[in-house]
């Protein structure tokens, strides 16, 4: 079974500062999810990510395979991107569903 | 994007009733969906996979006779709490797998808070 651990659990920064959330899974996978909980619990799927990078906005996710792990950044952080960020790992085939990381709690503070 | 529904999304609920929570794929069709429970200050733990026209497929240590899925079409999948106790109190979250033309991921409903008093 993948254990899915992030670091760190929780987070407050100045806006504008650039955060890094880290994530690590223990078996290897097909994907890896970075979602985004709101305080009233709904959930936002952030990225979807097998290898390398992607971008969306000021989001970035990079993932290692060799090393199983990935990270979330966000450049130009702003006080609404205070939410839960959650990584999730898909270890594919099957039916099965996500693993999930316990979250990072983020506060950016005006 | 793909939106996936839920209903309701607050239900309180007398001990000992049962409650049935909805979730659909509004724009695509989903031969498979996932059911999540979250506990305050706790990560989602997957309860079972929906699959359309099969049973579903417990995780262990869930009661498969007290959460009863029904995943009757492509677009709908209902979780029943039977006779629910106040420790069933959570968040349930679905989500559903999009098999996509390049690329398979999954969306996530919003949620049903349910309080069983």
């Known amino acids: 079974k993948n254990e899915v651990e992030q670091s760190p659990q929780n987070l407050t920064a100045q806006e504008g500062e650039f955060i890094t959330i880290n994530c690590s899974y223990s078996?290897?996978?097909?994907?890896l999810h970075w979602l985004q909980q709101h305080p009233g619990g709904g959930i936002v799927s952030l990225f979807m990510l097998s290898s390398g990078k992607k971008k969306h906005g000021r989001l970035i996710a990079t993932i290692n395979i060799q090393e199983k792990h990935s990270s979330l950044h966000i450049t130009a952080s702003h006080p609404r991107d205070s939410a839960v960020y959650i990584c999730a790992a898909h270890s594919g085939g099957g039916a099965d569903g996500l693993t999930f990381g316990k979250g990072t709690h983020l506060i950016i503070q005006p | 994007g793909a939106v996936v529904s839920q209903h309701p999304s607050w239900v309180i609920c007398k001990s000992g009733t049962s409650v049935k929570i909805e979730c659909r794929s509004l724009?695509?069709?989903?031969?498979?969906m996932f059911w999540y429970r979250q506990f305050p200050k706790q990560s989602l733990m997957l309860m079972a996979t929906s699959n359309e026209g099969s049973k579903a497929t417990y995780e262990q240590g869930v009661e498969k006779d007290k959460f009863l899925i029904n995943h009757a079409s492509l677009t709908l999948s209902t979780l029943t709490v039977t006779s629910a106790h106040p420790e069933d109190s959570s968040f349930y979250i679905c989500?559903?797998?999009?098999?996509?033309?390049?690329?398979?991921?999954?969306?996530f409903g919003p949620g049903t808070r349910l309080l069983v008093l």
């Open positions: 724009d695509f069709q989903a031969t498979t």
């Open positions: 078996v290897g996978i097909s994907a």
């Open positions: 989500s559903a797998r999009d098999p996509g033309p390049f690329q398979e991921t999954q969306y």
